[in-house]
């Protein structure tokens, strides 16, 4: 399954690739190219990262539901501990 991104989010991450290469490298990187960069980390780093993500959440739900047992358990044969006990008649 390919990692897609918003066109929004995909905007906005080839701007903070300009800024990081801007701040932190010798050259700066145009708006064409850090789009390519993007494509590639998508392509090629994405998919690890999402697939660590959805382990992640089958972890966390099979966590929860090891706990509805707990949440939504209910005592058997419970009516008679829950009345008082009455005197039989003679």
């Known amino acids: 399954m390919p990692v897609e991104i918003t066109k929004e989010a995909r905007q906005q991450a080839i701007v903070s690739i300009e800024r990081y290469f801007q701040e932190n490298m010798e050259e700066r990187i145009g708006n064409i190219a850090a789009g390519a960069l993007l494509g590639f980390f998508l392509e090629e780093v994405g998919p690890t990262i999402y697939n660590q993500a959805v382990a992640d959440v089958q972890e966390r739900l099979q966590q929860r539901i090891a ?23 003679t």
Do not use: L, N
């Open 67 to 89: 706990e509805v047992d707990i949440e939504v358990h209910e005592d058997e044969f419970g009516y008679w501990q829950k009345r008082p006990a009455r005197s039989k008649r």
